[in-house]
C-alpha cells in the first residue's frame, strides 16, 4: 500500500512532467517539484490533500478487498494447504475466539505465542478419490522432529474437528519417525583411513534422510549422490535399503524412493562394508 508522501510524489512527478503546466509556472519540463514549490505552496498544500484523500480511498478498497477475501474462503471449502497452516498455527492450552478459527493471543507475548505453537512440522494430504484429509504433523525437541505428546495430540484433534470444513473427514497422523535401514559398498581411497571415511559417510546417510523437508521424498539416487561427494569415497554401492513405520514389524524394501509415513525418517540400522579401490 502506498504512503501519503508516495501518491504526492507520484502526483507532483507527473506535473512537472506536464509541457503546458511548465509553460503556465515558468520551469523546465522534469524539474523537481521541491525546487520551484515550497511545503506551504498553495501547490504543495493542494496536492497534499489530495494524497491524503487518495491514500483513505485505497485504504477502504484495501479493506473492501480484503471482506470480500474473507466472505469467499468462509463459504468456499478449504484446500489441504489451509489445513497445513491452521495446524501449524494451532495453539497448546489455549481456546479459540467462539465461531472462529483465530486465538485471542492480546494477553500473550512473542515468546509465549511462539511456545504454544508446538507443531513445527505439518503436512496435509487428500487421498485418492478425496474422502479421507490425511494431516501429519511432528514437533521438535533439541533440534530434532519428534512426536507430540498424547495431551497435545488429543487437543489438537479437538481443534481440528472445530476448525474443519462440514463433511470434511481427517486423519491425524502423529507418531515415530520411520527408521531407515541400509547396506552400502563403499570402495574408498587406501590413502585414506577406512574407518574416517566410514565415520563421514555414517553422517552423510544421517544427515540426508533426517534432514529431508517433512513429508519429503527419499531417493536411493540422492543417498548415493550424497556419499559421492564425500572426499575419498571412489565408488558407493547401494546394496539394499528398508524402512520400517513406527509400531509396525514389517520391513518394506525402497524401490527407488520412498515417503515416510510418519512424515520423516530416523536412521537405524546402516551396514557400511568398506572396500579399497584398486583402480
Given at each position: 500500500?502506498r504512503?501519503?508522501d ?18 503556465l ?5 522534469g524539474d523537481?517539484?521541491t525546487a ?7 501547490v504543495?498544500?493542494?496536492f497534499?490533500?489530495?494524497?491524503c ?12 478487498r480484503q471482506e ?5 474462503e468462509?463459504?468456499i471449502p ?7 497452516d491452521?495446524?501449524?498455527?494451532f495453539?497448546k ?5 467462539p465461531d ?23 503436512v496435509?494430504d ?21 512426536p507430540?505428546d ?6 489438537l484433534k479437538?481443534?481440528?474437528a472445530e476448525i ?6 481427517t486423519?491425524l ?6 527408521r531407515?535401514?541400509c547396506?552400502?559398498?563403499?570402495y ?8 574416517a ?6 553422517e552423510?546417510i ?8 517433512f513429508?519429503g521424498?527419499?531417493t ?18 547401494l546394496?539394499?535399503?528398508?524402512t520400517v513405520?513406527a ?5 518394506t ?12 525418517f530416523?536412521?537405524?540400522d546402516?551396514?557400511l ?5 584398486n583402480?
Amino acid at each position: 500500500m502506498r504512503t501519503v508522501d508516495e501518491i504526492k510524489q507520484d502526483i507532483t512527478s507527473d506535473f512537472m512532467r506536464n509541457e503546458s503546466v511548465a509553460a503556465l509556472f515558468g520551469f523546465k519540463v522534469g524539474d523537481s517539484f521541491t525546487a520551484h514549490f515550497s511545503k506551504v505552496s498553495v501547490v504543495s498544500v493542494l496536492f497534499y490533500i489530495f494524497a491524503c484523500a487518495a491514500f483513505v480511498l485505497e485504504r477502504l478498497f484495501d479493506s473492501y478487498r480484503q471482506e470480500v477475501d474473507d466472505r469467499i474462503e468462509a463459504i468456499i471449502p478449504h484446500r489441504p494447504k489451509w489445513y497445513r497452516d491452521r495446524v501449524l498455527a494451532f495453539m497448546k492450552d489455549r481456546t479459540l475466539i467462539p465461531d472462529t478459527d483465530e486465538y485471542d493471543t492480546a494477553d500473550m507475548t512473542d515468546e509465549e505465542s511462539t511456545a504454544a505453537r508446538v507443531v513445527k512440522h505439518a503436512v496435509a494430504d487428500e487421498s485418492d478419490d478425496a474422502s479421507l484429509l490425511t494431516i501429519k504433523v511432528a514437533g521438535e525437541q533439541g533440534g530434532r522432529r519428534c512426536p507430540l505428546d498424547a495431551q497435545t495430540e488429543s487437543q489438537l484433534k479437538a481443534y481440528i474437528a472445530e476448525i474443519k470444513d462440514a463433511g470434511v473427514r481427517t486423519s491425524l497422523v502423529n507418531i515415530a519417525p520411520d527408521r531407515f535401514n541400509c547396506e552400502l559398498d563403499i570402495y574408498f581411497d587406501p590413502m585414506l583411513l577406512a574407518s574416517a571415511v566410514e565415520s563421514t559417510c555414517r553422517e552423510a546417510i544421517q544427515n540426508y534422510i533426517e534432514n529431508l523437508p517433512f513429508n519429503g521424498e527419499y531417493t536411493n539416487m540422492a543417498l548415493v549422490d550424497q556419499l559421492q561427494k564425500i572426499d575419498g569415497v571412489r565408488i558407493p554401492e547401494l546394496r539394499s535399503a528398508t524402512t520400517v513405520a513406527a509400531g509396525e514389524s514389517v520391513v518394506t524394501a525402497i524401490d527407488a524412493r520412498c515417503v515416510p509415513a510418519a512424515g520423516y525418517f530416523e536412521m537405524g540400522d546402516v551396514k557400511l562394508n568398506m572396500k579399497v579401490y584398486n583402480g
